[in-house]
């Protein structure tokens, strides 16, 4: 004999046993829009399709209870953006790569969400957490960026360990800024192998990008013109 109970909301504080158990799902096309998620929204999500520029935006984090979760999937041949509720970035989502988002502080609408990546390629392909790269005071034309910190990233450089590519870049400022920041191979300080601009903004990014990488390429940034206030980028790699 056979049934089925449907309950919108089931709480358990103790052990809950089970032979089967399944999340519910959607199957999402990409496209250049935004697809934003609710409290309602299923907890799986399965892409598919090839055009660029897909942006997810995870719900409200107040309206989630610490622990929430979702899963995503990329069975298409383009990256998916994952945002905040407040528009801030939190993972690019690499085809060919399944994502877990666990929500770990829900006092703001943007949240704190815990990222784990799981990858159907090689090792090198893991690396979608950001490098982050900064400077604590304004940022003039010739300043390089720290990764490590307290040592700027001439000297202290990023080291690729695989054959891989920046995927996504995203630059922000305490302030509306206007300047460029430059990534360069240690091997050619004069040509960046890419740039990213502020033109009175304080945020940017940009995705969908693949700027190869070779295993112990040696990576620094600069501010190649202008001033930014307090910069900070995410550099995506995979």
Request: proline share 3%; charged share 15%.
């Given at each position: 004999?056979?049934?089925?109970?449907?309950?919108k909301?089931?709480?358990?504080?103790?052990?809950?046993?089970?032979e089967?158990?399944?999340?519910?799902?959607?199957?999402?096309?990409?496209?250049?829009?935004?697809?934003?998620?609710?409290?309602?929204?299923?907890?799986?999500?399965?892409?598919?399709?090839?055009?660029?520029g897909?942006?997810?935006?995870?719900?409200?984090?107040?309206?989630?209870?610490?622990?929430?979760?979702?899963?995503?999937?990329?069975?298409?041949?383009?990256?998916?953006?994952?945002?905040?509720?407040?528009?801030?970035?939190?993972?690019?989502?690499a085809?060919?790569?399944?994502?877990?988002?666990t929500?770990?502080?829900?006092?703001?609408?943007?949240?704190?969400?815990?990222?784990?990546?799981?990858?159907?390629?090689?090792?090198?392909?893991?690396?979608?957490?950001?490098?982050?790269?900064?400077?604590?005071?304004?940022?003039?034309?010739?300043?390089?960026?720290?990764?490590?910190?307290?040592?700027?990233?001439?000297?202290?450089?990023?080291?690729?360990?695989?054959?891989?590519?920046?995927?996504?870049?995203?630059?922000?400022?305490?302030?509306?800024?206007?300047?460029?920041?430059?990534?360069?191979?240690?091997?050619?300080l004069v040509?960046?192998?890419?740039?990213?601009?502020?033109?009175?903004?304080?945020?940017?990014?940009?995705?969908?990008?693949?700027?190869?990488?070779?295993?112990?390429?040696?990576?620094?940034?600069?501010?190649?013109?202008?001033?930014?206030?307090?910069?900070?980028?995410?550099?995506?790699?995979?």
């Amino acid at each position: 004999m056979s049934g089925e109970l449907i309950n919108k909301s089931i709480t358990s504080e103790g052990l809950l046993d089970g032979e089967a158990f399944r999340l519910g799902e959607a199957q999402i096309p990409t496209a250049a829009t935004t697809t934003t998620l609710t409290v309602a929204s299923p907890a799986q999500l399965f892409f598919t399709g090839s055009t660029v520029g897909k942006i997810i935006e995870l719900p409200d984090a107040t309206t989630l209870k610490v622990g929430w979760r979702y899963e995503f999937y990329n069975r298409a041949s383009q990256a998916v953006t994952i945002t905040d509720n407040a528009s801030g970035l939190v993972a690019i989502h690499a085809t060919g790569t399944s994502l877990r988002l666990t929500l770990a502080a829900n006092g703001t609408a943007a949240g704190v969400w815990v990222v784990s990546v799981t990858s159907a390629g090689t090792a090198g392909s893991l690396s979608l957490v950001p490098l982050i790269v900064n400077y604590g005071a304004n940022a003039g034309t010739g300043r390089y960026l720290e990764y490590y910190p307290e040592r700027d990233s001439l000297s202290a450089p990023f080291v690729v360990v695989a054959n891989e590519s920046i995927r996504a870049v995203s630059l922000g400022a305490e302030a509306l800024s206007t300047g460029t920041v430059g990534i360069f191979k240690t091997t050619d300080l004069v040509t960046p192998i890419y740039s990213i601009s502020l033109a009175s903004e304080d945020r940017k990014l940009e995705i969908a990008l693949s700027v190869s990488l070779n295993a112990l390429d040696e990576i620094c940034w600069r501010v190649t013109s202008g001033s930014i206030q307090k910069p900070f980028m995410g550099i995506y790699i995979g």
